[in-house]
C-alpha cells in the first residue's frame, strides 16, 4: 500500500508540509488495520487510534489554522484547509470501508457480531426495548427547536441526534426539527446478554438503541427523518499566563468552557437529509467541506469498549509478559546503582523498577528528599501514591507538576490537589513554557565508605523519554535510565533548582537543556559530523523521533548530507524533511516503523570518530520541544549500555522489513518488504523476544 500526499509547504519546495505529513502517518496505522495478518480486534483497534488521532489532529492543528487564519491571509488559511480537508475526507472514506467490508464481516463470521436493528431478533429487538425504556429514556431531554427552544449548546465530541418532524406539536404549531443528545453517563457499547448470543457475543450501540426508538419521545407525530451527529470544537487551552495570578485557578475555569470552542468539523450519518446537514452546518459556522457524512457510528474510538468484552484470545495479540532487568525484585536498588547504571526499555522491560526505585526512596530513612517532573501520570498511579507518602514521612518532596498536559489537564490538577495536602511542594514549570522533561531524583545521606570516599549527601536520578505512566509503559517504546553517576545528578539537581527558583541555570556539561541548549547542541553534533566527512573520514548520524520539523535542525541535516554524512532518521510521525533529493539530501534515508507498540523512545546517535556519542531524550526534533519547551537530552556514559541502546532502539529498526515505511522525496511512504532470499524482520517481535520474560522467569539481557 502506498500512501501520502506529494505536497510541500508554500514557502520553501525543500519541506514536506507538516499537516499532511501528520495525516500520511495515520494512513499508516490505517494499513495496519488493513494487515490480514494481524488479530481481528487488535485491527479494529487500530481503526480506534486512527479515529483518536483524528479528533485530536481537528482539536488542535486544524483549530490553530483556523486561528491563525488572518494572521497568514485568507487565501493561504483556504489552501491549507482544501488540502488538509482532501486528505482528511479520503482517510475516513478508507475507515469506514475498512470497518463495513472486513472487520465487520469477519468478526461476524468468528462469533463476533454487532447488530443493527434490522439485524436483531425479536428476542434481541424485547431486550433492547426494556434497555431503552428503563436505562435510556429516562435521562432523554428531547428539544424542539422553536424561538423559546433554541438550539442548544453541543459538547465537544458528545454523540447527538438531529430528527425532522411532521406535523403539528402538542400546541398547534409546526415545529419541524428536534434535538436530542445521548447521556454522556450511558456506555456507547452495549453488550447483551450470553443468552440472546448462544454461539458468541452479540453487541449494539447506544446510538442505533436510541435511533431505533426515537418515535418513542413525539408522540402524536412522525418522525420524517433521523441522523446522529458529532461536532468537533478548537480544544487547546488558551490562558494568558502573565496575566493569571494562579495557573490551577485558571485552568480550572478553562476546562469547563473546552467543551464549547469553536467548532472546527461536523460529523452526521450517512443517511443524513442534506437539508438537516445544512441546518447543522449553520448553526455550527462550518462550510461544506467541514462535513462528514459516515457509514457507521460518528465515533468510531467508541468500539474499543466492544474490544474488551470478547474472550476469543485468538482475536487478540497473544499476551506478552515485559522482562526484569537483572535487579531482582527485593534487591537493595541503590546498592546496585553505586555499582552499575540500570538500562530499561520498556515496554520489553518491566517499569516496575521506576516504581519501585520512588517506592523504595519514600521509605529510606536515609533518603532526605525526592524531586520529580510529572508530564503524564494518569488518574490512578503508585508512583504519584509513593511521592504523597514520602511527604507524609517527612521527606522533602518537590513534584514540577505541568498543568497544561494536553487532555491531562484536569488529572494534573487534582495530584495537584492531593500532592500539597500531603506536604509536597508543587511547582507548575515555567510561565509559557511546557515543562516536559523526564526526570526524577533522590538525595540520600549516606555514611563514608571505608576508604573515607562518598560522604554526605549523593544522588540517584532517573532520566526518560516517556511519561511517569504505568498504561503507556505498557504500550510506548521507551528507554530509561537509573543512575548514580554524581556528574548526571547533580546536573539533575541544577535543573529542579533552575525550575523552581527560576533562576538562569548552571552550564551543564552532561545534560543539554530546552530551551537553553538543545537545539544548538544538536546542530553542533551535527556539524561535528559534517567536519568529520569533510576530513575525509566517515561521519555517521542516526536519530529516532517521533517527529522531525524544525527547519534550523533540518537545514543542518541537509549541509551534513552534502558533506557526505551518512544519515539514518527513523520518525513515527510529522517528518518535513525531504530525503533523498539530489544535491540536497542524498545521503539521507528516512523511516518509519508502526506496529503492535507505539514507538516513543528518542535516541540521538552520532559517530564522532568511534567516541559512538549516544543521548536519550525527552524532546523530538520540533521547534516546540527545542524552543518553547523545558526538555532534557542526556548521555549514556557507560561503554556497555551505549551498545545496548544501539543494538535495541537503532539497529532493528533500520533492519525491519515488516512494520518499516520508507519516505520518498515527494513525500510518499512505501512499505519495506523482505527481498527474495532474504528472511523478514520486526524489530518489535525481536525485542519482545529478546528482553521479554520467558516461562516466566525474567529476560537477562
Request: net charge positive; proline share 5%.
Amino acid at each position: 500500500m502506498k500512501t501520502g500526499i506529494r505536497m510541500a509547504s508554500p514557502s520553501s519546495s525543500v519541506f514536506l508540509d507538516r499537516e499532511l505529513s501528520q495525516l500520511s502517518f495515520n494512513r499508516r496505522v490505517l494499513a495496519q488495520a488493513e494487515d490480514s495478518s494481524i488479530p481481528l480486534l487488535e485491527r479494529l483497534r487500530y481503526l480506534c487510534i486512527v479515529s483518536n488521532n483524528l479528533d485530536e489532529f481537528f482539536e488542535i492543528r486544524v483549530a490553530s489554522l483556523l486561528a491563525k487564519g488572518g494572521q497568514d491571509g485568507a487565501a493561504r488559511q483556504q489552501a491549507d484547509l482544501e488540502r488538509i480537508n482532501h486528505a482528511c475526507h479520503e482517510l475516513v472514506r478508507q475507515q469506514y470501508a475498512i470497518l463495513n467490508t472486513e472487520i465487520l464481516p469477519q468478526l461476524q463470521a468468528s462469533g463476533v457480531r454487532l447488530l443493527r436493528h434490522a439485524e436483531r431478533n425479536e428476542a434481541q429487538r424485547a431486550w433492547v426495548r426494556d434497555y431503552f425504556e428503563t436505562q435510556v429514556r429516562p435521562l432523554l431531554t428531547p428539544i424542539g427547536l422553536d424561538p423559546a427552544h433554541p438550539f442548544p449548546r453541543v459538547v465537544n465530541k458528545s454523540l447527538n441526534f438531529i430528527i425532522a418532524l411532521s406535523g403539528k406539536d402538542a400546541f398547534g404549531r409546526g415545529t419541524g426539527a428536534a434535538i436530542v443528545k445521548a447521556p454522556r453517563v450511558l456506555p456507547r457499547v452495549l453488550r447483551l446478554p450470553d443468552r440472546l448470543a448462544p454461539h458468541g457475543s452479540a453487541f449494539c450501540l447506544l446510538s442505533s438503541v436510541i435511533r431505533a426508538h426515537v418515535d418513542a419521545l413525539f408522540a402524536g407525530r412522525r418522525v420524517l427523518a433521523c441522523s446522529q451527529f458529532r461536532v468537533t470544537r478548537d480544544s487547546d487551552l488558551w490562558v494568558d499566563e502573565e496575566e493569571v495570578k494562579n495557573l490551577r485557578q485558571a485552568l480550572k475555569g478553562e476546562l469547563q468552557e473546552r467543551q464549547f470552542g469553536t467548532s472546527v468539523r461536523l460529523e452526521v450519518g450517512a443517511g443524513c437529509p442534506p437539508e438537516l446537514a445544512r441546518l447543522l452546518l449553520g448553526q455550527f459556522g462550518l462550510d461544506p467541506a467541514c462535513l462528514y457524512q459516515v457509514d457507521g457510528p460518528v465515533n468510531l474510538a467508541h468500539l474499543s469498549g466492544m474490544i474488551e468484552h470478547v474472550e476469543h484470545a485468538a482475536l487478540r495479540f497473544a499476551p506478552f509478559v515485559p522482562g526484569l532487568p537483572r535487579v531482582g525484585a527485593h534487591a537493595d536498588l541503590f546498592e546496585q546503582l553505586r555499582r552499575q547504571d540500570i538500562l530499561l526499555h520498556h515496554p520489553f522491560q518491566s517499569f516496575q523498577c521506576v516504581i519501585d526505585f520512588i517506592r523504595m526512596a519514600a521509605h529510606d530513612p536515609a533518603v532526605v528528599a525526592i524531586k520529580q517532573t510529572i508530564y503524564r501520570t494518569g488518574i490512578d498511579s503508585g508512583l504519584m501514591e509513593a511521592l504523597m507518602a514520602a511527604a507524609r514521612m517527612g521527606k522533602e518532596v518537590t513534584v514540577i507538576l505541568e498543568l497544561k498536559a494536553r487532555f491531562d489537564e484536569e488529572a494534573n490538577i487534582n495530584w495537584a490537589d492531593k500532592l500539597e495536602h500531603a506536604g509536597a511542594q508543587v511547582v507548575y514549570g515555567v510561565v509559557g513554557l511546557k515543562t516536559h522533561a523526564k526526570i526524577a531524583l533522590v538525595i540520600r545521606r549516606e555514611a563514608p565508605e571505608p576508604d573515607g570516599a562518598g560522604s554526605g549527601l549523593r544522588f540517584y536520578a532517573h532520566l526518560g523519554t516517556g511519561n511517569y505512566h504505568l498504561t503507556t509503559t505498557r504500550l510506548y517504546t521507551d528507554f530509561g535510565l537509573l543512575t548514580a553517576h554524581q556528574g548526571i545528578g547533580g546536573e539533575v539537581n541544577e535543573v529542579f533548582i533552575h525550575l523552581t527558583s527560576l533562576a538562569r541555570p548552571h552550564k551543564l556539561r552532561h545534560l543539554w537543556l530546552a530551551p537553553f541548549a538543545l537545539q544548538g547542541e544538536i546542530i553542533k553534533a551535527i556539524r561535528r559530523e559534517a567536519k568529520i566527512a569533510r576530513a575525509g573520514r566517515p561521519g555517521r548520524i542516526i536519530a529516532k523521533v517521533n517527529a522531525l520539523v524544525d527547519e534550523a535542525v533540518i537545514r543542518a541535516l541537509y549541509a551534513a548530507s552534502r558533506d557526505g554524512v551518512r544519515i539514518d532518521l527513523i520518525v513515527r510521525g510529522a517528518c518535513t524533511l525531504r530525503p533523498g533529493l539530489p544535491g540536497l539530501s542524498d545521503n539521507i534515508r528516512v523511516r518509519s516503523v508502526i506496529g503492535r507498540f507505539l514507538e516513543h523512545s528518542r535516541v540521538y546517535y552520532f559517530r564522532n570518530d568511534l567516541a559512538h556519542d549516544v543521548y536519550l531524550a525527552s524532546a523530538d526534533w520540533m521547534s516546540r520541544n527545542l524552543v518553547r519547551r523545558v526538555e532534557v537530552a542526556f548521555p549514556v556514559l557507560d561503554p556497555a549500555l551505549k551498545r545496548r541502546v544501539i543494538a535495541e532502539g537503532l539497529k532493528p529498526y533500520l533492519k525491519d522489513n515488516l512494520n518499516s515505511w520508507k519516505l520518498g522525496p515527494g513525500g510518499r511512504y512505501q512499505r519495506r518488504k523482505a527481498r527474495a532470499g532474504q528472511a523478514a524482520f520486526s524489530a518489535q517481535c525481536h525485542l519482545m523476544q529478546l528482553l521479554g520474560a520467558a516461562d516466566g522467569q525474567p529476560a537477562e539481557p
